[in-house]
Antibody, heavy 122, light 109 residues
Framework: QVQLQESGPGLVKPSQTLSLSCTVSGASISRGAYYWSWIRQHPGGALEWIGFIYYTGSTYYNPSLESRLTISMDKPQNQFSLRLSSVTAADTAVYYC??????????????WGQGTLVTVSS | SSELTQDPAVSVALGQTVSITCQGD??????ASWYQQRPGQAPVLLIYGKNNRPSGTPDRFSGSSSGNTASLTITGAQAEDEADYFCNSRGSNDFYPRFFGPGTKVTVL
């Protein structure tokens, strides 16, 4: 069974950088066919796609976050990570990592982490 | 536009049938996927593609689409189906990004 687990600080100060990691078990991030994604859920409940990284290292970001965002991967550790700079209160959310499957007909996220709450506050 | 819209809330009597809709231009070209989220839990994939259920999704859940609208139907709603339901699709013109609908709260009476 594929499992994903987010980790990282739960509190970040405004203007600083939010850093999270996602450890994957039951699947290799070095294998093609999957896109390793970050998604966040704002306090009101809305889900927002952040971006993903492919096993080649190629990344695709939400244009609204692209200027502040870096997604990277550590293949030996089977982890991928998120860095979001210059955070504000609007970045307070539950952050999920997930596995995406992309096909001609669309996309879907078949496995999700449990999520981690990140609060931006001084 | 690649945005997706959903009704904020619907209710259904126990054992009855309810449909949740998701509208957006990208749905004319790409299939929606549907997720169930119970309070305090991560979303769970329910339906993807034309009407594909991952193992573990009860067969009372089904998906369909027409034009710019995708639908999720619960036939014979159970108490445990009370949850939020989100649709998702990729953008209609670009390889990325992906979009989620705002979610529909389903209440089982």
């Amino acid at each position: 069974q594929v499992q994903l687990q987010e980790s990282g600080p739960g509190l970040v100060k405004p203007s600083q950088t939010l850093s999270l990691s996602c450890t994957v078990s039951g699947a290799s991030i070095s294998r093609g066919a999957y896109y390793w994604s970050w998604i966040r859920q704002h306090p009101g409940g809305a889900l927002e796609w952040i971006g993903f990284i492919y096993y080649t290292g190629s990344t695709y970001y939400n244009p609204s976050l692209e200027s502040r965002l870096t997604i990277s991967m550590d293949k030996p550790q089977n982890q991928f990570s998120l860095r979001l700079s210059s955070v504000t209160a609007a970045d307070t959310a539950v952050y999920y990592c997930a596995r995406e499957i992309f096909y001609d007909g669309g996309v879907y996220f078949d496995f999700w982490g449990q999520g981690t709450l990140v609060t931006v506050s001084s | 536009s690649s945005e997706l819209t959903q009704d904020p809330a619907v209710s259904v009597a126990l054992g009855q049938t309810v449909s949740i809709t998701c509208q957006g231009d990208s749905l004319r070209k790409y299939s929606a996927s549907w997720y169930q989220q119970r309070p305090g839990q991560a979303p769970v994939l329910l339906i993807y593609g034309k009407n594909n259920r991952p193992s573990g999704t009860p067969d009372r859940f089904s998906g369909s689409s027409s034009g710019n609208t995708a639908s999720l139907t619960i036939t014979g709603a159970q108490a445990e189906d009370e949850a939020d339901y989100f649709c998702n699709s990729r953008g209609s013109n670009d390889f990325y990004p992906r979009f989620f609908g705002p979610g529909t709260k389903v209440t089982v009476l």
